[in-house]
């Protein structure tokens, strides 16, 4: 069974367009002028269920508002669109008991009332038994290490604890699929890498589904197999991280320091038949090469360890990031 299955889906607004001009501003108050803007363009999207799957794009991509359809904050204006078996916008009273929702820069607990406090409201809001919700909680608790913060209200917590709390108030219905907008934006390396490592653990142990949208390409390479990638509205990749990387990663680039001085012509003719160029960076520096999809680095270095005196090796590869932002400003289709 699918967590999200979407075929077509489209959201379109219509913008108020002013004149200029004082003259404009009183034609305005007359007769105004619409222009209708796609911000989602028939998009098919289908996440199965215990996937966690990267969704990304520039600003005005139309993620969130992809996200706000998904969530049935938004009706969309064509398409037809399951999440959990619901209709997210018609059935949204039985539909939200089934999603657990994250914005990193909105708050679902309450602000001047402690932790533990919004945690009881919850509860009472998705009507759990009482010793079911007790035992869920104790281990969120555990595994966010959060109990020094229950007692404290959440105008006083730090962002960092602010974000464990939320997770813990996001999941405390034990929800079949999880959104996650931004759950990193502004935390240091250790928040950071103890919520990846819960959210995998639950992804794990309950087979929760996981939709992130980040600007943060480390989150996507921590925690997902599979990335989405939107641009004006159409979805222009939907695959694996390692199968974006080996398409537009330009391949990798092996930095050799040799024991002595090499002549460059001798290392090409090591390296003869395989799909690589060399480049001499110092006296005894040089770099090859290595074309994605044809040659291995393995074959390279077969061909030069027994052969060549090598000192130092350093193997580099292109970023997610650096290949998302060469793809999105050469303006390339990949879909």
């Known amino acids: 069974m699918l967590s999200i299955e979407a075929h077509g889906l489209t959201k379109e607004f219509k913008v108020y367009q002013s004149r200029p001009g004082l003259?404009?501003?009183?034609?305005?108050?007359?007769?105004?002028?619409?222009?209708?803007?796609?911000?989602?363009?028939?998009?098919?999207?289908?996440?199965?269920?215990?996937?966690?799957?990267?969704?990304?794009?520039?600003?005005?991509?139309?993620?969130?508002?992809?996200?706000?359809?998904?969530?049935?904050?938004?009706?969309p204006t064509a398409g037809e669109l399951k999440v959990n078996g619901y209709d997210p916008h018609r059935q949204r009273e039985e539909f939200v008991k089934t999603i657990g929702v994250v914005f990193g820069q909105r708050s679902q607990l309450w602000w001047d009332i402690a932790v533990q406090e919004s945690f009881r409201l919850l509860q009472k809001v998705y009507r759990i038994p009482a010793e079911e919700h007790q035992k869920h909680l104790d281990r969120m608790i555990e595994v966010l290490d959060i109990s020094s913060l229950l007692d404290?209200?959440?105008?006083?917590?730090?962002?960092?604890?602010?974000?464990?709390?939320?997770?813990?108030?996001?999941?405390i219905h034990r929800p079949?699929?999880?959104?996650?907008?931004?759950?990193?934006?502004?935390?240091?390396?250790?928040?950071?890498?103890?919520?990846?490592?819960?959210?995998?653990?639950?992804?794990?142990?309950?087979?929760?589904?996981?939709?992130?949208?980040?600007?943060?390409?480390?989150?996507i390479e921590a925690l997902c197999s599979r990335v989405v990638m939107l641009d004006q509205g159409k979805i222009i990749y939907d695959g694996g991280l390692a199968q974006l990387r080996n398409l537009w990663g330009g391949g990798k680039k092996i930095h050799l320091e040799m024991e002595k001085e090499v002549l460059i012509a001798d290392l090409q003719g090591r390296t003869d038949g395989l799909s690589v160029s060399w480049e001499q960076k110092g006296p005894r520096q040089y770099t090859v090469h290595v074309q994605n999809g044809e040659t291995t680095v393995s074959e390279v270095l077969s061909r030069?360890?027994?052969?060549?005196?090598?000192?130092?090796?350093?193997?580099?590869?292109?970023?997610?990031?650096?290949?998302?932002?060469?793809?999105?400003?050469?303006?390339?289709?990949?879909?």
Do not use: W
């Open 23 to 75: 003259t404009g501003a009183f034609r305005d108050l007359l007769n105004r002028k619409y222009r209708t803007i796609r911000a989602v363009d028939s998009i098919d999207l289908r996440i199965g269920k215990g996937e966690m799957v990267g969704y990304i794009g520039e600003n005005g991509a139309g993620k969130s508002t992809t996200i706000k359809m998904l969530t049935g904050i938004l009706q």
């Open 152 to 171: 404290q209200p959440v105008r006083k917590l730090s962002l960092g604890q602010r974000m464990r709390c939320e997770l813990a108030a996001s999941l």
């Open 176 to 219: 079949s699929l999880l959104f996650l907008d931004e759950p990193t934006i502004g935390l240091d390396v250790l928040v950071k890498e103890n919520i990846r490592r819960f959210l995998k653990e639950i992804n794990r142990e309950f087979g929760t589904t996981i939709l992130l949208t980040t600007h943060d390409l480390s989150d």
């Open 304 to 335: 030069l360890v027994q052969h060549v005196p090598i000192q130092e090796m350093q193997i580099e590869e292109a970023t997610t990031e650096e290949i998302v932002r060469k793809i999105y400003s050469e303006g390339m289709t990949i879909a």
